[in-house]
């Protein structure tokens, strides 16, 4: 979910002025020690909570722009944040002064603050508001849940502090399911289980040596004043989250905090989002928990149905992999640069000659997701809006030659096999589970026993050709790759496109010229960007099907 979309913070600690406007659902602010990126996580502490950190409510005489501190100026900090309310955020019966005074879906509140007063101003759309229309805003900011992680917080305390909502979350479930004392417990118990599922796989899933894992749950009415924790076990032995190991710990309490502010969505109507500012998620985890914090916090801010945002420090790549959005934030004499990047490749080539994180071999990209290696951009098109009706069980990943670094090379099954063969060592170092799918056009079936040369039969990697079941029965060979799977309404599109190109074959079939072909090819590729229809894949359907079995998706 995307609900911030711009800040500005001016004159706040090592900021003198940072302006931020290209923000994603899940944001990563990344740059060297001391950049700054921290900082603009506390400011929206402090513009959200007041705070700068836990019980350290922002001082201006403290937080003001460090260099001009002792200056004799008017000293003020300002916090600025537009908002783009997406659809699903909803006020409910008795905020209609609210949305009034909002006036419409995108805005901006600032917030401002100065030594001669005990509380900030506050703006909306560059208006000043009276005491009034400040109660309005605030009844606005409460709808929201902020939450800012320090780097140096310990992940169990968290989770402790939590034990009320968690307490919370445990009885709305639990309604109205137990009268006795034995049916009450066991029903507390088998809630709980319900309720943690989710947390329950995906631990379990990061840490294999762990065989369960539970809420320790009350087993009786003396037992009821209790704050909540976790027991993990494996076999017949089971210990309390706080002597695991701070990678687990990091891992709970995200999961935790999730199931939590989940919860709040569901349940309640006065709380509509959350967001998530969180220093370096990567601190203590080895490489594969890495990659699976930072698949978890971008599925979990990227689902269509999700009310969360996150913000994140991080010099991690796999971070920057996930990340929708990565801001490269720089120091330049006192001016705080914050720079979006165009994507997580030029994200990571950047930081990684700067010295900032690691670089990773293209094809090592998203270790936790298959990958699906084509042709060109015209496969690659077209499997993209496939998948978006033939959804996979877990996130894949479709690329080409020229997404993976390789200048020039725009596809085809001979520089493709080449990439491959040049590349073995590399493929074979991604993980089993998460394997290098290669699919060949039909007309390159030929080549198929060349590209699974260099690999072993348990290697990460599959060679595919599209069958000739696939193909649509009403087109010739003429039409080369993957456009003779093609539906009966893409193919009408083209020839409306190109009346002029297309003629029946002496068997009744499509066809085009070879000169042509380069023109239909085209046009088709705009019918694919406009949109694939779930009609559309009446030739596809089983063997995208057979791609996603073999990638384990």
Not at 70 to 81: D, L, N, T
Not at 136 to 161: A, G, H
Request: with cysteine; aromatic share 10%; proline share 4%.
């Amino acid at each position: 979910m995307k609900l911030i979309s711009e800040v500005e913070i001016r004159g706040f600690r090592s900021i003198q002025l940072a302006k931020l406007d290209e923000i994603g659902d899940f944001t990563c602010f990344a740059g060297l020690n001391n950049s700054g990126k921290s900082n603009i996580l506390r400011s929206l502490n402090a513009f959200f909570n007041g705070q700068t950190e836990e019980g350290q409510f922002l001082d201006v005489d403290k937080d003001y722009f460090r260099p001009d501190l002792r200056k004799k100026k008017a000293k003020q900090i300002s916090i600025s944040v537009t908002f783009s309310l997406p659809a699903h955020f909803k006020f409910r019966k008795g905020l209609e002064s609210v949305e009034e005074l909002l006036g419409n879906k995108q805005f901006k509140i600032k917030k401002v603050w100065s030594r001669k007063e005990s509380v900030p101003a506050y703006y909306l759309n560059g208006k000043k508001l009276d005491l009034q229309e400040r109660g309005t805003i605030d009844q606005y900011l409460e709808m929201i849940n902020f939450r800012y992680i320090p780097n140096r917080v310990l992940p169990i305390e968290v989770v402790r502090k939590e034990h009320q909502a968690l307490r919370d979350v445990l009885i709305r479930r639990l309604g109205r399911r137990a009268k006795g004392d034995k049916e009450t417990f066991e029903a507390i118990q088998q809630t709980s289980e319900k309720m943690i599922y989710t947390l329950v796989k995906r631990i379990k899933e990061a840490s294999p040596e762990i065989g369960q894992v539970r809420l320790a749950t009350p087993t009786s009415w003396r037992d009821m004043v209790f704050a909540f924790g976790y027991r993990l076990g494996s076999g017949d032995i089971e210990l309390d989250d706080s002597v695991q190991g701070s990678g687990i710990q990091s891992h709970l309490m995200l999961e935790t905090l999730y199931l939590i502010d989940r919860d709040y969505f569901q349940k309640f109507g006065w709380r509509q989002a959350a967001i998530w500012a969180v220093e370096e998620p990567e601190s203590s985890l080895h490489a594969s928990l890495e990659a699976r914090v930072a698949s978890y916090l971008s599925s979990i801010s990227l689902d269509p149905s999700s009310r969360l945002q996150v913000f994140c420090t991080t010099h991690s790549d796999l971070m920057l992999q996930y990340a929708s959005k990565t801001v490269l934030v720089e120091k330049k004499d006192w001016n705080t640069l914050c720079s979006p990047m165009s994507g997580p490749r030029p994200a990571m080539e950047r930081l990684s000659r700067m010295g900032v994180s690691r670089w990773a071999h293209p094809i090592l990209h998203f270790p936790l997701d298959p990958v699906i290696l084509v042709e060109g951009k015209y496969d690659h098109g077209f499997i993209e809006e496939a998948l978006k009706h033939i959804r996979p069980k877990r996130p894949v990943r479709v690329c080409y030659l020229e997404q993976l670094d390789q200048a020039g090379k725009t596809g085809g099954k001979d520089d493709l096999l080449s990439y491959v063969k040049s590349q073995a060592q590399a493929i074979k170092g991604r993980q089993k589970d998460s394997p290098t799918i290669v699919v060949l056009d039909w007309d390159a079936s030929k080549k198929r026993a060349e590209f699974s040369k260099p690999f072993r039969e348990d290697d990460p990697f599959q060679a595919l050709v599209w069958p000739q079941t696939a193909f649509n029965p009403k087109l010739s060979s003429s039409f080369r790759g993957i456009e003779r799977h093609f539906s009966e309404r893409m193919i009408r599109q083209a020839k409306r496109k190109l009346p002029d190109v297309f003629f029946k074959s002496s068997k009744g079939r499509w066809t085009v010229n070879s000169d042509d072909y380069g023109k239909v090819k085209a046009a088709l590729y705009e019918i694919v960007k406009s949109g694939v229809k779930e009609n559309d894949l009446v030739h596809t359907k089983d063997f995208i099907r057979e791609i996603l079995k073999a990638a384990g998706a």
